[in-house]
């Protein structure tokens, strides 16, 4: 089936689909989860750190962010902005599943039911991260929404891979070669530092920058008819591997390059142009090839700057396989 890069790609067409009703329930897995991983980091870290776990665990966590949170999972698993090579493919999937927030299947269904659900002219306030902080903190952590009538999936292409399957049933278990790696490394604090602290970083740290982008923030673009619009969130730029231009994604959702303009860090399209030149990487989508997104965007009325069209990035040619 051809699918539209800048859409949802893992959602069929509903006709009946309401992104408005449904309820917000506990979910017990995730929420065990994330608090029982922010609950040791709070108490382990006063007895078990050390110079070297903390440059450990902070590194663990940048490269699992951009390797798996940015470049597996959301541009090439979700959005299929690019291309690459079988055991790469999967070694950066392996990577999102280890960033510690859920496996490959849950993360592409919650991922897309929220990019759908903010297209449509009303959603639920989870789906638009509407209420207080720490409200927001409490179902996006702890809770999940089930919607009275929500859309169908089309995952066929995921749920035959042995491999996605199998990292979906283990993606906690995950953590445990890398507890045993760091621990004959470094001892209990690299363990602290590396699993523990590392996921409770990545997961309340992708919650917070996810409520501040649908909130508040600079802002170049509006989506018409879209009932959720996005704002970058600027001093996250470095941080998030560019994911923070969240205004910009919103724009181009398909685009594999999300810094758009000049002085927007984008580490993960960064890294993109490297496996490029490798010859590891190709059939990079880019804004020049959505031409069909102009008629869905308008100019924000507060963007501070005069952004008639993205730049158009020069990319080396990579032969054909």
Known sequence: MSRDRCEVNWIVETPDADAVTGKVRWDVAHSIWNGGMLILSLALVPFF??????????????????????????????????????????????????????????????HDLRDWAQRQPKCHDYLAHRRPMLHDAWWQLHCRLDLDHPPEYDLARLEQSRFIRW??????????????????LGGIPFVVWGVFVRVALTVHGHWFIGHLAHRRGPQSWLVREAGVQAHDVPWAGLVTM???????????????????????????????????????AWNICLTQDMSGRADKLKPASNSSKSRPSPPAPQRSQVPAE
Request: charged share 10%; with cysteine.
């Open 242 to 280: 560019g994911e923070a231009w969240h205004n910009n994604h919103h724009a181009y959702p398909g685009s594999a390059r999300i810094g758009l303009y000049p002085g927007q860090s984008d580490w993960g399209y960064r890294f993109l142009q490297v496996l490029e030149r490798l010859g590891l």
């Open 49 to 110: 750190t050390t110079p070297a776990a903390i440059i450990v665990g902070l590194g663990l966590t940048g490269a699992m962010l951009l390797l798996g949170h940015s470049v597996g999972f959301h541009r090439l698993l979700i959005h299929g902005s690019f291309e690459t090579t079988p055991a790469l493919r999967r070694f950066l999937i392996w990577c999102g599943t280890v960033a510690g927030m859920s496996g490959p299947i849950w993360i592409v269904k919650t």
């Open 167 to 184: 990292l979906e049933k283990t993606w906690m278990l995950q953590q445990l070669p890398i507890a045993a790696v760091l621990y004959l």
